[in-house]
């Protein structure tokens, strides 16, 4: 879910010597994204990208992922539900240290969907995120997302295009935000990603990814690997290991 998470910290670590004296975290990239992939019409993990899709009406899953970026560790929890109407709402969860000090964040979110995405079809919706850090309110890192999603060859292809506006607390600076990925279904249970994305003034990410349900629409497990896209400050490697519970 949601580029935010991976935009943000991509920031924090190469975001300048004032950015870095208030969070010396180096974390960079995870994802998508998660928002991922194996799961039918949902990216989700293990992408960044996220696609314009949502979860059915009375259906919840639950997101779960640790990251290794150098020594900065990683790990978010966020499960998100349908009540039942046209928007599926999440609430997550992260800490992370540097093995010098640990932070916790929060994170809220609602994605809703204008046009559904079928088989054959394309589809849109609008994601609105706030990512925090405890114990600092909701004041934090705000972000307007609109995927857009394609199926193609019988849904074994889905492509995702995003475009959108991030606000970040630390440096107060709104900037836009992009992202392209695609999944490739392998056969029924397997899956493999490619992305790119990226921020203004912050510079772009590719990453790669692999999911497998070990119960099909119900449990999955899944892996990335990315890196900057123009190391101009040096290589970023990003690795990440996840895993999706969905109810049915």
Not at 93 to 103: F, L, P, Q, Y
Not at 173 to 194: C, V
Request: charged share 15%; aromatic share 8%.
């Amino acid at each position: 879910m949601i580029l935010l998470n991976t935009l943000i910290r991509s920031r924090r670590a190469a975001g300048g010597a004032a950015t870095a004296r208030a969070c010396p975290l180096a974390v960079t990239a995870f994802a998508a994204t998660a928002i991922f992939a194996a799961l039918p019409a949902h990216a989700g993990r293990p992408m960044t990208v996220d696609d314009a899709a949502i979860v059915a009406p009375g259906q919840c899953q639950l997101e779960t992922y640790g990251q290794r970026a150098g020594n900065a560790r990683e790990f978010w929890a966020t499960p998100a539900c349908n009540a039942g109407g046209t928007w599926e709402m999440a609430a997550g969860v992260g800490w992370a240290d540097d093995k010098v000090r640990t932070m916790h964040y929060g994170r809220l979110q609602a994605k809703t969907v204008f046009k559904p995405l079928e088989a054959g079809g394309w589809g849109i919706g609008l994601v609105l995120a706030d990512q925090f850090r405890a114990g600092r309110g909701l004041d934090g890192d705000v972000s307007a997302n609109v995927p857009l999603s394609f199926s193609l060859r019988d849904d074994s292809v889905l492509l995702h295009l995003n475009a959108g506006v991030a606000r970040t607390q630390a440096t107060r600076t709104t900037d836009a935000t992009w992202g392209i990925g695609a999944e490739f279904k392998l056969n029924p249970r397997n899956s493999i990603t490619a992305e790119a994305f990226g921020q203004q003034r912050n510079g772009s990410r590719y990453q790669f990814g692999y999911a497998h349900q070990l119960i099909p629409d119900h449990l999955q497990i899944d892996a990335t690997w990315g890196n900057r896209l123009v190391a101009r400050g040096g290589s970023e490697p990003v690795v990440t290991l996840g895993l999706v519970l969905q109810t049915n």
